[in-house]
């Protein structure tokens, strides 16, 4: 059975910083882009940052280019979140997910989710 | 930046009537990258539909998407109570974009 449980929510004072993780099992991990998408409290979803199975390839959203940065360790089957010079905009609730590829298509979509961390930055 | 529409924001309806939820993208997306899921409070997104047509593994098949180029359409035909919730599409041009999300709520 595919499970993601993040850890290593918080909360944290504007410009601080919190690394989290996403501890993966019941798959060949290194197979698997892995993505974190995150939800401010009673908004939608936005995605956040990628990297590639190997960890050769990352990618951001602008929000958190040069801030954050994404890494894992294929021997422990962790996937991580480093999150520097926090916001305020930043609160919301961190989800690890794996994302799903056809083929030559690529990835069409994040077929397992972890439940979430919750990462709060006061104002 | 692509953006995605959802339409209605709110869809108020009974057990077992049909729902029709719309995804607008302010240009065109290929179908192959146009995906919905479902979430329900406290928990995670469940992916439902990918490459705007494929139920995703173990989703029934009451759930069905369709669509191309900037519209794209997911129907319940018949709701159960176990689909009352919130749903998003997404997209993927340059990187990844939800939808604002369509919630659906018993009348």
């Known amino acids: 059975e595919v499970q993601l449980v993040e850890s290593g929510g918080g909360l944290v004072q504007p410009g601080g910083s919190l690394r989290l993780s996403c501890a993966a099992s019941?798959?060949?991990?290194?197979?698997?882009?892995m993505s974190w998408i995150r939800q401010a409290p009673g908004k939608g979803l936005e995605w956040v940052s990628a990297?590639?199975?190997?960890?050769?390839?990352?990618y951001y959203a602008d929000s958190v280019k040069g801030r954050f940065t994404i890494s894992r360790d294929n021997s422990k089957n962790v996937l991580y979140l480093q999150m520097n010079s926090l916001r305020a905009e930043d609160t919301a609730v961190y989800f690890c997910?794996?994302?799903?590829?056809?083929?030559?298509?690529?990835?069409?979509?994040?077929?397992?989710w972890g439940q979430g961390t919750l990462v709060t930055v006061p104002s | 930046e692509i953006v995605l529409t959802q339409s209605p924001g709110t869809l108020s309806l009974s057990p077992g009537e049909r729902a029709t939820l719309s995804c607008r993208a302010s240009?065109?997306?290929?179908?192959?990258?146009l995906a919905w899921y479902q979430q329900k409070p406290g928990q995670a997104p469940r992916l439902l539909i990918y490459s705007a047509s494929t139920r995703a593994t173990g989703i029934p098949d009451r759930f069905s998407g369709s669509g191309s180029g900037t519209d794209f359409t997911l129907t319940i035909s018949r709701l159960e109570p176990e689909d009352f919730a919130v749903y998003y599409c997404?997209?993927?041009?340059?990187?990844?974009?939800f939808g604002h999300g369509t919630k659906v709520e018993i009348k």
């Open positions: 240009q065109s997306v290929s179908s192959s990258y």
């Open positions: 997404q997209q993927y041009g340059t990187s990844w974009t």
């Open positions: 019941g798959f060949t991990f290194n197979n698997y882009a």
């Open positions: 997910a794996r994302e799903k590829k056809i083929g030559a298509v690529g990835t069409v979509g994040f077929d397992y």
């Open positions: 990297i590639s199975g190997s960890g050769d390839n990352t």
